[in-house]
């Protein structure tokens, strides 16, 4: 069963119009991380959640903003997308637990982004 | 600060043949690390992670990787390949909630 649930798979929007990315997950872990990959290259994180304690990355764009209402749910929104933001969007979950298991993340599908 | 290299871009290998993908890291402290594999459009998926202990790690899909501090590398193996292990392989070290993760190296299969 899948632990990390993103939606949609493909969302195509337009220059400048605000979009937002759904991740969720169904086991309640502690942390939540999102990350954006460009083609060809390695992940790079954006922000992530502990709990409820919001931790940007230095260089993470202002464009970029993040939401969690509650442990199951994590939303990126995307205020004027341009067309460098096109990218997998990847949530990530940690691994849970007192010990042995928050060090690992584990990864949704991703959303692949294309502004057009 | 962390680094990680995967030195390797692109390896092709035939199926059945045996593959090691390289990977070099620059870590203060103890590291973790990790081996996550990505299928194209797919998110990524975790292979095996060494944070301690017996420093051969075996993982899923029948690789394993060595820990070798003095040569600051995490390099996975598996002895015969699959023409379904074609992908990309990213390596990646840091602590809880800071992973870097390398460029990839892609691995084709040829039958």
């Known amino acids: 069963d899948a632990m990390v649930i993103q939606n949609p798979r493909y969302q195509v929007t337009q220059f400048g119009k605000p979009v937002t990315l759904s991740c969720s997950q169904t086991l309640n872990h502690n942390v939540m991380y999102w990350y954006q990959q460009k083609s060809s290259q390695a992940p790079k994180l954006l922000f992530h959640?502990?709990?409820?304690?919001?931790?940007n990355e230095a260089d993470t764009p202002d464009n970029f903003q993040s939401r969690r209402p509650n442990t199951s749910f994590c939303f990126l929104d995307i205020r004027s997308p341009g067309l460098g933001d096109a990218a997998m969007y990847l949530c990530a979950i940690d691994g849970g637990g007192a010990s042995g298991g928050q060090e690992t993340q584990y990864f949704g599908p991703g959303t692949r982004l294309l502004v057009l | 600060a962390q680094s990680v290299t995967q030195p390797d871009i692109h390896i092709t290998v035939s199926e059945g043949a045996s593959l090691e993908l390289r990977c070099n890291y620059s870590?203060?402290?103890?590291?973790?690390l990790f081996w996550y594999v990505q299928s194209p459009g797919q998110g990524l998926q975790l292979l095996l992670k060494?944070?301690?202990?017996?420093?051969l790690v075996q993982g899923i899909k029948g690789f394993e990787a060595e820990f070798k501090r003095s040569q600051s590398s995490f390099n996975l193996r598996k002895p015969s390949v699959h023409w379904s292990d074609a992908a990309e392989y990213f390596c990646a070290v840091g602590p809880p909630g800071k992973l870097t993760f390398g460029t990839g190296t892609r691995l084709t299969i040829i039958p």
């Open positions: 060494y944070f301690s202990g017996d420093t």
């Open positions: 959640y502990y709990d409820k304690d919001f931790n």
């Open positions: 870590y203060g402290a103890t590291p973790y």
